[in-house]
Nanobody, 115 residues
Framework: QVQLVESGGGLVQPGGSLRLSCAASGSIFKIYVMGWYRQGPGKQRELVAIIRPGGSTNYADSVKGRFTISGDNAKRTVDLQMNSLKPEDTAVYYC?????????WGQGTQVTVSS
């Protein structure tokens, strides 16, 4: 059993910052990728950012230059630093880990950007 627990969501004004954290526990084997996805109101879930064990990253075009993903395979954590937040960043953010044996998701944390 693998569990992912997210924290750090909340309400922030446009231009503000938030940091999301995700911690994985349980029977975790070889991790291939860790990342964050989001699902806005009335939208499909989309990739925000991913990080691989070697440190390479990919970002959605909409968040490049504003968001930074960091991960620690040994600690089984992945964080997302979000700066210069915009109302269109409002969504439920989900942590994801792809590893030997499966693909696992957190329960989601709400991020609301509003004045």
């Amino acid at each position: 059993q693998v569990q992912l627990v997210e924290s750090g969501g909340g309400l922030v004004q446009p231009g503000g910052s938030l940091r999301l954290s995700c911690a994985a526990s349980g029977s975790i084997f070889k991790i291939y990728v860790m990342g964050w996805y989001r699902q806005g109101p009335g939208k499909q879930r989309e990739l925000v950012a991913i990080i691989r064990p070697g440190g390479s990253t990919n970002y959605a075009d909409s968040v490049k230059g504003r968001f930074t993903i960091s991960g620690d395979n040994a600690k089984r954590t992945v964080d997302l630093q979000m700066n210069s937040l915009k109302p269109e960043d409002t969504a439920v953010y989900y942590c994801n880990i792809g590893m030997l044996g499966g693909d696992y998701w957190g329960q989601g944390t709400q991020v609301t950007v509003s004045s």
